[in-house]
């Protein structure tokens, strides 16, 4: 099974119809399940529901064999955790599909870095679908241990006492 | 030492990536009283221990209006809570909060999301000026922005 989710804050029929053409032309291996938020479009070639609660979300999750996106932090964190493979599609604000274009600059610096593969658009989605079964993501080495510590080292200097003021 | 247990410090972050990457860093703070001040109530329960927690609802630039009844309730709470340190991740609110922090006395520490990554947030660059400490997760932000630091990224 490939999971489709777009979040729950705002449609993102664009990514929606783009899938459900692919799966319409046979493009796609595997059947679809979708969670598409608020977007309007119905799919016609996939099961496709608004919400799924975080327990229902996770085990579609978990048991998807790939994740196609938006390129939404939260579902790139899960997707880079379990490892999963994931293809992503920006939103764009040109579209009104989100306030700015953040998550274009993300998803293209992910991809080059090998955690994800990106379709800029849906006329890239066909040839990333194909990429996908093959893909294997990139684990990512983060540091949050760093960052704590610089914060944690920056509070503890607040309690020296201050030569002026 | 007495200072050190006492510092109070509010914790600003959009519910959603900025709220996660926040998370991320619990440890920089572990064992200190702090404050969360969020957007969107859904989530603030699983922020878990004893400390409060207030959603002061979304804002951005699309919504001014919006953006004077978040003003009033984060006024509120830096008059009630009066932090000794800020430290957000952003987005909108997160800057509102460094801004209202500082002018009431506190230290203020950001975080720049990860998504920015050819360049620093509008609140990053709003906050930057003031900001006591400014971290970023690109190490190549470094070279355009005088005074940033990477350390590491947390996603």
Not at chain 1, 69 to 97: F, N, W
Not at chain 1, 101 to 112: E, I, N, P, Y
Not at chain 1, 130 to 155: C, M, T, Y
Not at chain 2, 118 to 145: H, K, M, N
Request: proline share 4%; net charge positive.
């Amino acid at each position: 099974m490939i999971f489709l989710t777009v979040g729950t804050q705002f449609p993102f029929d664009r990514l929606v119809k783009a899938v459900d053409d692919l799966a319409g032309e046979g493009l796609l291996a595997e059947e679809v399940f979708a969670q598409v938020g608020d977007s309007l479009y119905q799919p016609r070639n996939f099961q496709a529901v608004s919400s799924l609660d975080k327990k229902a979300f996770d085990g579609y999750f978990r048991s998807a064999s790939a994740v196609i996106s938006h390129a939404g932090m939260g579902t790139i964190t899960m997707a880079l955790d379990h490892g999963k493979s994931l293809l992503v599609m920006p939103r764009r604000k040109k579209y009104q599909e989100v306030v700015n274009d953040h998550q274009v600059g993300l998803a293209d610096r992910f991809a080059v870095l090998g955690h994800l593969l990106m379709a800029r658009d849906e006329t890239e989605l066909a040839d990333k679908v194909r990429q996908l079964g093959s893909f294997v993501p990139k684990p990512r080495q983060a540091d949050p241990e760093a960052v704590s510590r610089r914060i944690g080292q920056f509070l503890g200097q607040l309690g020296v006492p201050q030569t002026s003021a | 030492m007495g200072k050190q247990q006492k510092l109070r410090i509010c914790l600003a972050a959009s519910s959603g990536g900025h709220l996660s990457q926040l998370r991320k860093i619990a440890r920089a703070w572990s064992g200190r009283p702090v404050f969360w001040v969020t957007t969107v109530d859904i989530v603030n329960r699983s922020l878990g221990d004893d400390s409060r927690v207030y959603a002061v609802g979304e804002c951005n630039r699309e919504h001014l209006l919006r953006l004077v009844s978040v003003l009033v309730r984060c006024i509120y709470i830096v008059l009630t809570e009066r932090p000794d340190v800020v430290i957000s991740t952003g987005a909108a609110h997160g800057c509102l909060m460094c801004v209202l922090g500082r002018l009431a006395g506190a230290k203020v520490v950001w975080l720049d999301s990860i998504t920015n990554v050819d360049r620093i947030s509008l609140s990053g660059r709003l906050t930057r000026p003031f900001a006591d400490l400014f971290l970023v997760q690109w190490p190549d932000l470094v070279e355009r922005y005088p005074g940033v630091e990477y350390v590491g990224a947390v996603i």
